[in-house]
Nanobody, 115 residues
Framework: QVQLVDSGGGLVQPGGSLRLSCAAS????????LGWYRQAPGKQREFVAD???????DYADSVKGRFTISRDNAQNTMYLQMNSLKPEDTAVYYC?????????WGQGTQVTVSS
């Protein structure tokens, strides 16, 4: 059974940094594209970044140059390094993958950017 467990959220001041982690089990991790989405209160879930099995990455325009997605296939873990955080980055962040026709999501980790 595929399971994604995301962690690393918290409260940070504007301009600060956080690193999110997503630990995967139940899949051959290295074969799959993985991503991060976020959902702010009252808004739809939106794409943040993803990383292909070969390591190529894609980012939402709103986070380019500030966030970095990476993966450690030996540890079955994906990361999102978030720098220069802004109040508008406040949201619940979810890791994601698709296996066949099925989408899998982590349980979400809250990121709050506030002074």
């Amino acid at each position: 059974q595929v399971q994604l467990v995301d962690s690393g959220g918290g409260l940070v001041q504007p301009g600060g940094s956080l690193r999110l982690s997503c630990a995967a089990s139940g899949i051959i991790f290295s074969l799959y594209r993985l991503g991060w989405y976020r959902q702010a209160p009252g808004k739809q879930r939106e794409f943040v970044a993803d990383i292909a099995s070969g390591g190529s990455t894609d980012y939402a325009d709103s986070v380019k140059g500030r966030f970095t997605i990476s993966r450690d296939n030996a540890q079955n873990t994906m990361y999102l390094q978030m720098n220069s955080l802004k109040p508008e980055d406040t949201a619940v962040y979810y890791c994601y993958t698709r296996v066949g026709r099925t989408d899998y999501w982590g349980q979400g980790t809250q990121v709050t950017v506030s002074s």
